[in-house]
């Protein structure tokens, strides 16, 4: 299970949707799209299903976590 994700068209950076979602289910959805905060410009950015992966791990995430590891 991953959690889907999309491209800040500002910044060029990953934004994880906080949306659980597996790659299989990710595959079998129809065309849709979506808003959601970003954190990078602070606003929200519509994006289409097209524009989104599943992501096993978000950058923040990855990021965070190897900061806290001396
Ligand atoms: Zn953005």
Redesign the pocket.
Known sequence: MGKLMFR????GRS?STGIPVSREAFAAMPVFFSRTF?P??R?T?EWFARQAWVGEHTDAEAGAASRHVA
């Not at 800040?8 to 910044?11: A, D, V």
């Open positions: 800040c068209p500002t910044t934004v970003c990078h410009c606003d950015h």
